[in-house]
């Protein structure tokens, strides 16, 4: 995802204009409103809707991976562990609103929100 936006040096601080603000802001509530429709296809569907795979570790023939979907109330991010003679094991789990989600992934990683907004395209046909 590119856009342009300015940034004003002042003094030894970098600031964002007004631009940028508004592109984060549109950004975020087009996130919210694909996770809203993709809660009611998982509702509907019965089984929660794929925001990304991120493969954080992996060896030999075992991994660790971080996944996101979306439920019918919720978005969660799991890290497991699988593969190799390592069986299936949940590392952590977190649990946020669909209020919640889009602040903390914009927040956490650029790539990371480009594959969930990519993934919600493709899921949700307007």
Partial sequence: MSYRSKY????????LTNEQVTLDGWVLGKLRDRLRKAS???SRS??????YRHTIEEMDHSAEEEIATV???YVVVQVITHGGF???NFQQQYVFTFEQFPDWIMKRSNELLALC???LDQ???D
């Fill in 123 to 125: 899921e949700i046909i």
């Fill in 86 to 88: 390592i069986p299936p």
């Fill in 46 to 51: 019965g089984r929660p809707v794929v925001l």
């Fill in 71 to 73: 439920n019918e109330q």
């Fill in 117 to 119: 907004l990519e993934s």
């Fill in 8 to 15: 004003i040096l002042s003094g030894d601080t970098l600031q």
């Fill in 40 to 42: 009611i296809i998982a």
